[in-house]
């Protein structure tokens, strides 16, 4: 599985990005797709993420009601819609596949195969 993250850049606090995630691969072998972020100093957190068969989805608590993930119908890509950013969003972004994650494993990165090559997302407030 080959991941392509993009979409990120520089936005005001309050403003709106949507991130990518281009898929290519074994892409239906993968039981979860999920962000995973990583500010300076911080260890890589959980985003967001989706069962990649059922569509379910599942929010950081930081991030619910804020961002969304969705995937196109082809699913072939991943997407991270956020709104309302903060200057506490500030990270690299990585999207991430999971071919042998269970849920109780969904917030771990340590549970992913495969990852893209991180997109900056920068919030000035």
């Known amino acids: 599985v080959q991941l392509q993250a993009s979409g990120g850049g520089l936005v005001q606090a309050g403003g709106s990005l949507r991130l990518s995630c281009a898929a290519s691969?074994?892409?239906?072998?993968?039981?979860?797709m999920s962000w995973f972020r990583q500010a300076p100093g911080k260890e890589r957190e959980f985003v967001a993420g989706?069962?990649?068969?059922?569509?379910?989805?599942y929010y950081a608590t930081s991030v619910k009601g804020r961002f969304t993930i969705s995937r196109d119908n082809a699913k072939t890509t991943v997407f991270l819609q956020m709104n309302s950013l903060r200057p506490e969003d500030t990270a690299i972004y990585y999207c991430?596949?999971?071919?042998?994650?269970?849920?109780?494993?969904?917030?771990?990165?340590?549970?992913?195969?495969?990852w893209g090559q991180g997109t900056q997302v920068t919030v000035s407030s």
């Open positions: 991430a596949a999971g071919p042998s994650v269970i849920q109780s494993q969904l917030r771990s990165h340590s549970a992913y195969a495969y």
């Open positions: 691969g074994r892409t239906f072998s993968s039981r979860f």
């Open positions: 989706m069962n990649w068969s059922g569509g379910y989805t």
